[in-house]
């Protein structure tokens, strides 16, 4: 029997982090390093990625750092390689990156769809990629990418944002059933709204922010660093028999019917 005890834990062992420096990314980064991982802070902003790493190591865990670009997939496997030549091998990889245009679809532009398609879409697809090679090649690991509660549900000038997160999820799926006799796992995290740097222009108008709030179960919005639990869950032994899933961190905002309470 497996020692129940240490499920949760991922001492020995090394995480990638793509979108490090801030928001979910750093959570994840945060709460990969305090269950014993070490952790490769990577992000496009490459000074934010060493101060992630400086705030691990500053509390005594295990950090690296590099600059990456995900919308690159050169630069992506090149990083992969990197990282195993200098820890041996990567245990768990997880990527945050993305970005959201609010505009109704008939407002958008083809520069406006290419940037969010680039970076949301094509970003996860370059990290399922490094990451599924290198897995398949070490037969075991697990990845982690964000979609979004966007993915089922969806609002006035979401549309092309939403459009990604539900074809990161199928992309995941795909690639769980192709990997999965290799003993290689790939989840999405789905959040529902979250603080980080991404949604802060709702948290700047009061009634937008409040309106979200109300929209949920929990009647609140999420810390970033309440998706390190999910993280870490997934990342770690506890999920051991999960793949092709699609686990929900959003308040209960895609339980909820409507905005109205009937009374009952």
Same mark, same amino acid.
């Given at each position: 029997m497996p020692d129940l005890s240490s499920m949760f834990r991922l001492d020995g062992r090394v995480a990638l982090v793509a979108g490090a420096a801030s928001g979910i990314g750093l959570a994840s980064a945060e709460g990969l390093a305090a269950s014993g991982a070490l952790v490769v802070c990577a992000d496009?902003?490459?000074?934010?990625a060493e101060k992630a790493a400086d705030g691990i190591r500053s509390r005594g865990g295990q950090a690296d750092s590099f600059a990456l670009d995900v919308t690159d997939a050169a630069a992506v496997d090149q990083a992969f390689r990197d990282v195993e030549k200098r820890h041996g091998r990567i245990h768990a990889v997880v990527t945050t990156p993305a970005v959201n245009i609010r505009k109704r679809l008939l407002d958008y532009t083809s520069a406006d769809f290419d940037k969010v398609v680039r970076l949301n879409l094509a970003g996860g697809f370059h990290v399922l990629q490094a990451a599924g090679r290198h897995m398949l090649a070490k037969k075991g690991g697990s990845i982690v990418l964000f979609s979004s509660m966007r993915a089922v549900t969806v609002e006035p000038g979401q549309s092309i944002y939403a459009a990604t997160k539900a074809g990161l999820i199928q992309?995941?799926?795909?690639? $769980?059933?192709?990997?999965?006799?290799a003993g290689v796992r790939v989840n999405c995290i789905a959040p529902g709204v979250v603080e980080t740097p991404l949604t802060a222009p709702i948290k700047d108008k009061p009634e937008w922010y409040q309106a979200y709030s109300n929209r949920n179960a929990l009647n609140?919005? $999420?810390? #970033?660093?309440?998706? #390190?639990?999910?993280?870490?869950f997934l990342?770690?032994?506890?999920s051991s028999y999960v793949?092709? $899933?699609?686990l929900f961190a959003d308040g209960g905002w895609t339980a909820i019917d409507g905005r109205f309470a009937p009374p009952v």
């Amino acid at each position: 029997m497996p020692d129940l005890s240490s499920m949760f834990r991922l001492d020995g062992r090394v995480a990638l982090v793509a979108g490090a420096a801030s928001g979910i990314g750093l959570a994840s980064a945060e709460g990969l390093a305090a269950s014993g991982a070490l952790v490769v802070c990577a992000d496009i902003n490459g000074p934010g990625a060493e101060k992630a790493a400086d705030g691990i190591r500053s509390r005594g865990g295990q950090a690296d750092s590099f600059a990456l670009d995900v919308t690159d997939a050169a630069a992506v496997d090149q990083a992969f390689r990197d990282v195993e030549k200098r820890h041996g091998r990567i245990h768990a990889v997880v990527t945050t990156p993305a970005v959201n245009i609010r505009k109704r679809l008939l407002d958008y532009t083809s520069a406006d769809f290419d940037k969010v398609v680039r970076l949301n879409l094509a970003g996860g697809f370059h990290v399922l990629q490094a990451a599924g090679r290198h897995m398949l090649a070490k037969k075991g690991g697990s990845i982690v990418l964000f979609s979004s509660m966007r993915a089922v549900t969806v609002e006035p000038g979401q549309s092309i944002y939403a459009a990604t997160k539900a074809g990161l999820i199928q992309m995941v799926r795909g690639l $769980a059933v192709e990997l999965g006799p290799a003993g290689v796992r790939v989840n999405c995290i789905a959040p529902g709204v979250v603080e980080t740097p991404l949604t802060a222009p709702i948290k700047d108008k009061p009634e937008w922010y409040q309106a979200y709030s109300n929209r949920n179960a929990l009647n609140r919005w $999420a810390k #970033a660093e309440e998706m #390190a639990g999910p993280v870490v869950f997934l990342a770690s032994d506890a999920s051991s028999y999960v793949t092709g $899933a699609v686990l929900f961190a959003d308040g209960g905002w895609t339980a909820i019917d409507g905005r109205f309470a009937p009374p009952v």
